[in-house]
């Protein structure tokens, strides 16, 4: 059977944050928590991990309520670009990780996709998640082709590299927050 993950990041204006802000941090904080979770986050960033392995740690909490997800985001409106990325049969955040690492992908907030964030917390992150994508030619090439490697069924990765500095920066000139998840529509 195939299916379709899929990675969202949706601007947010600070009234959804903070009304669906607490439920769906307190998701993300008890996945983080997991002592499970925390053993295999510490493997991949002492000893790396297969892509299997990795997709466990790939797959956030928030895609597990897509209810609640899509009521928070019921209550974004049309408020700018958003990101949108699918890979066939995974995680689209997978090829992610596995293309850029630990250490660089630790600049990303949340848990591997999934984020929950006020506006002040989506400006102060901005730096960070530009260091995140900021990869020169050679480097570029070699992470899609990790990213490809792993996201069986997929051929295009550009929207996990390409989509977004671009909506961070867009969401911060708006004064949104941001809410991000994996999940399987």
Request: net charge negative; aromatic share 6%; charged share 25%.
């Amino acid at each position: 059977m195939s299916y379709a993950g899929m990675w969202f990041l949706i601007p947010a204006p600070a009234e959804a944050v903070e009304r669906h802000g607490p439920r769906l941090r307190a998701l993300l904080a008890e996945h983080a928590a997991d002592p499970g979770n925390r053993e295999l986050l510490r493997r991949w960033e002492r000893d790396g991990l297969g892509p299997d392995e990795l997709e466990c740690l790939a797959t956030g909490p928030l895609g597990e309520d897509p209810d609640g997800l899509y009521a928070a985001w019921s209550d974004c409106g049309e408020i700018g670009p958003c990101v949108v990325v699918s890979a066939r049969n995974r995680y689209p955040v997978l090829g992610l990780a596995h293309a850029l690492g630990p250490e660089r992908l630790a600049g990303l907030p949340g848990w591997f996709g999934d984020l929950v964030l006020t506006p002040e917390e989506v400006a102060a992150a901005l730096p960070a998640v530009e260091a995140v994508f900021d990869l020169d030619a050679a480097a570029r090439a070699a992470a899609e082709e990790r990213a490809l490697a792993v996201l069986r069924g997929t051929d295009d990765v550009s929207g996990l590299f390409d989509a977004v500095v671009p909506v961070w920066r867009a969401t911060v000139e708006a004064g949104q927050g941001l809410i991000g998840a994996q999940l399987i529509p």
